[in-house]
């Protein structure tokens, strides 16, 4: 027998914290950045989804993307997936706010899911022979796509299956990505096997190598702890060969993921044995908590998109579960050897032959309506149906995915009022201004209302301006924010217009505007954060260490802000100033994957100090030396490749 039931699940959890007000005009728009997260963590309870029979006890965060948590083999007492012991966001979505472990499901654009952070649609329904199936579904807004995937557990099934479907529902071509990816823990003595003898090998060092598996250059790249930095590992796969990758323990056990071929691609990740890889794994979680990546995903690798046709839909099934090999086999020298072992096992209890038996036979039961909406998630998929139905359009989504009434929220009410009354509500420019959009066909709707008078204010142009902009009509979008702001001055189109001065490398206009900005809502703190940089960023150190002077003392502390008075006193060659902050320690929450501005500064503030105190230019010499007897503290070394 298999079941379906809510729980809830308990961890030490930081608070997610509000989304960023200002939009992010370079990056993730129509979305808001998820930046409001902090580093105190306080017990929470999170809604779950559990899906079990007599072998396997799958749960699911619904509320956090759908993400799959734990895969839990009671027969083997085999826990299949890292499980981080805390909920930790930091810096690596598309929207900023991303925490590892588990399985997540990324779909439409290269990166961590906008929804991982997010709640998602959950459902129940039931395959013919009663089986619970657990479906989460979501409307993308890049894309402006719908994705689906439906989570099954037979009785005697010692298999997690997930059956997921993307759609285009447009009459044009449109870029898609998937990659599903999976958290295994980081263990001593542990391998990772797929069926390649060779894979395209990706550094922080952006550099793209194709390397021979498992030995290239004498390393033995199937050995996680081998790996001296950040990298990753996509497997070249021969067509035909089913695709599979495991993860195995010292004792040759582990989690083998398999799918039908449309999930062609398996790759490797590893944070890397060097400092700032081990202190990633820190930032992350806690201490002593290690994990590496495998994942599966539609392309050969991840910074690949694939065409998806008009009114396309790509299915696909995977299957999750537990493996037990002959080490003497997996862990021997015949790579080989090794490998066919592991498919060997693979193809006596999951062959391809029965993933497409058993993709062909739920083929109905992904098109079914759901028997209950358990859990909503955004109120933007009944926007575009309720757009679609005003203006005569073809549905957007099949009745598998339900977007229904109750899942909108005040996010969406502006605008309903303009698709159903050619009004767009205007508000005070002390308030946030809301949800944005950049869909053309908002833009058009919008476009037509503002001639009114009623809707010829403020608000309206701010938003125009944001919709000209991501279509890099930068002209247009200026003149749509110099409009808003004769209509009513609002520290929102200022500070959008103070990123179009940085776009034209205008960094004098870039701090002015934001000055004006800042002084409208000097409570929006990111623009506090922004205001400091542009002062940096414009060559007037002072003027920037002024500035944070007078910030209350709660907001001079932030991480960010600590940063931003490093590089001013810095650039003020007050370096005694500059190492004091330093020594004091401070976290930066939102430090982003990659970035290296801390570590940076460190060796920057050295190379002045040495280069003041002992006349002396900062050359190459110098910089070799500060970094050979400087080595910056493990608190602020988030480098991922070091030269």
Known sequence: MSELRLESYKMPAARLGPENPLPALDTCLPYKVQDGYGRERAERSFKTVVLENDILKATFLVELGGRLWSLYNKKKNYELLYMNPVFQPCNLAIRNAWFSGGVEWNMGIRGHSVFTCSPVFAAKLKLDDGTPVLRIYEWDRIRMAPYQVDFFLPGNSDFLFARGKIINPHQEEIPMYWWSNIAFPEIPGGRIIAPATSAFRHGYDRIVNTVSIPVSEGTDLSYPENFDRSSDCFYRISPGQQPWITALDKEGCGLIQTSTPMLKGR?????????????????????????????????????????????????????????????????????????????????????????????????????????????????????????????????????????????????????????????????????????????????????????????????????????????????????????????TPSPWAYRNLAFLALHNKDAEKYASLLLKAWRMSPGTFRLTVECCKALVDSDKPERALDFIEKLPPGVRENGRIKISEVQAAIKAHDIDRAEKIFRSGFFVPDMKEGEVVLSNLWFEMHEKRISEAEKIPVDDKLRDRVRKEFPPPVWLDFRQTVK
């Not at 790759?267 to 081990?278: D, N, P, T």
């Not at 806690?286 to 008009?310: D, K, T, W």
């Not at 090794?338 to 109905?364: C, H, N, Q, Y």
């Not at 209302?449 to 142009?461: C, G, R, T």
């Open 267 to 487: 790759k490797l990740f590893v944070w890397g044995m060097q400092h700032g890889g081990r202190h990633w794994q820190d930032f992350l979680s806690v201490p002593g908590s290690p994990y590496i990546e495998i994942q599966a995903g539609l392309a050969q690798i991840q910074s690949e998109y694939l065409p998806m046709p008009p009114g396309a839909e790509w299915a696909w099934l995977e299957a999750y579960g537990y493996i037990h090999t002959d080490t003497e086999v997996t862990y021997g020298p015949d790579w080989e050897k090794a490998w066919k072992s592991v498919d060997a096992e693979l193809k006596k209890r999951m062959p391809s032959a029965s993933l497409d038996s058993i993709f062909s036979e739920t083929t109905v039961m992904s098109e079914r309506k759901p028997d209950e909406i358990i859990q909503r998630g955004s109120g933007w998929g009944a926007l575009e149906r309720l757009r679609r139905e005003k203006a005569g359009e073809k549905p957007c989504c099949p009745e598998s995915m339900i977007f229904d009434d109750n899942s909108l929220t005040a996010e969406q009410k502006p605008w309903i009022e303009l698709i159903e009354r050619g009004h767009m509500p205007c508000m005070s420019p002390a308030e946030e201004p809301g949800a944005w959009m950049v869909q053309s066909e908002w833009q058009n709707l919008l476009g037509k209302a503002v001639i009114q008078p009623d809707n010829d204010h403020w608000l309206s142009w701010l938003h125009l301006g944001i919709m000209y902009y991501s279509r890099n009509d930068f002209e247009r979008a200026e003149q749509a924010w110099e409009k808003s702001i004769s209509r």
